[in-house]
């Protein structure tokens, strides 16, 4: 039974890459953990190069962090203790890309990459609570909280709507739209670009914690280990919302199994993550290489 749970461990790796390859209509770009994607019944770590399909949800812990790239070239990027999920996600016949996100809870980002912002057609919904934001091509913030749903404008047009107010557009940078919970929306209103600059670093990565990107080629490796060390130490780390793998290695006996935890982007990002991962799970100490 042991043996048949790793395989399946290794097995779910190797799928997470292979799916990369073709073109998603979602795909993790870069996570700062601790992060988790829900699937029907099954929750795992979120981790880069990780194609998320309709209906997933995202979940990120505190002080995470983790950026979606969209088939459009926008990207989504999630703050700490979110709750997204992610629904209706197609290109139709006429290449415009479709898709829904309902954030039940947290800080989000939608922009678009300045090379893919003309070339794209997009129809994106996006859910914050209670505020419904329509988007055709644009950049801007939200949060949902247990005080109030909000979105400001950071640069396009988009359409919002709440269940106790009219519909209304934001056509001007800055412009803020909100309610308290359980209350009609506000009037359309202007945001100060200092508070703005502090809301945006609850979505933006944090420096020297450990990121993980596509393309990263730094890897902790914690050892080898016999089935059930490698086994209990993936537990461990998957509980704790960090995507390790499990890579098999010949020994005169049979196999032991190194337990690693790759794609950080940087030495130094990776000696931070290796520090707080000792620090705070009481892991082995792991060596740091490039790959």
């Known amino acids: 039974m042991r043996t048949k749970r790793l395989a399946s461990v290794m097995v779910l790796g190797l799928f997470t890459a ?56 926008s990207s989504v990027k999630l703050g700490e203790n979110v709750n997204v999920a992610v629904n209706a996600m197609k290109q139709d016949e006429s290449g415009v890309f479709r898709a829904a996100l309902d954030v039940a809870k947290g800080a989000f980002r939608l922009t678009t990459n300045i090379f893919r912002k003309f070339q794209s057609q997009r129809l994106i919904n996006v859910r914050t609570g209670t505020v419904t934001i329509g988007i055709r091509g644009t950049d801007l913030w939200g949060r949902s909280d247990d005080e109030k749903d909000f979105v400001c404008l950071l640069e396009g047009r988009i359409s919002v709507s709440h269940p106790l107010g009219e519909p209304t557009e934001l056509s001007e940078a800055f412009q803020f739209y909100g309610a308290d919970k359980g209350k009609a929306p506000g009037p359309v209103a202007m945001v100060e670009k200092a508070q703005l600059a502090k809301w945006a670093l609850e979505t933006e990565l944090r420096d020297g914690v450990g990121t993980q990107q596509r393309g990263g080629r730094w890897v902790l490796n914690f050892g080898r280990f016999d089935e059930d060390g490698a086994l209990a130490l993936h537990d461990q780390l998957s509980a704790a919302g960090y995507a390790d793998k499990i890579r098999p290695v010949r020994v005169s006996r049979g196999y032991l199994y190194e337990v690693r935890l790759g794609q950080l982007v940087t030495g130094r990002e990776a000696q931070a993550l290796a520090d707080r991962l000792v620090r705070d799970l009481h892991v082995p100490v792991p060596t740091i290489s490039r790959h």
Not at 28 to 36: F, S
Not at 46 to 65: I, Q, S, Y
């Open 18 to 73: 292979l799916t990369a390859v073709a073109a998603p209509n979602a795909q993790v770009d870069a996570v700062q953990a601790p992060a988790w994607v829900e699937r029907g019944e099954r929750r795992v770590p979120l981790a880069p190069g990780m194609v998320l399909e309709n209906r997933d949800r995202v979940l990120t812990g505190v002080g995470a962090r983790a950026i979606v790239q969209l088939a459009d070239g």
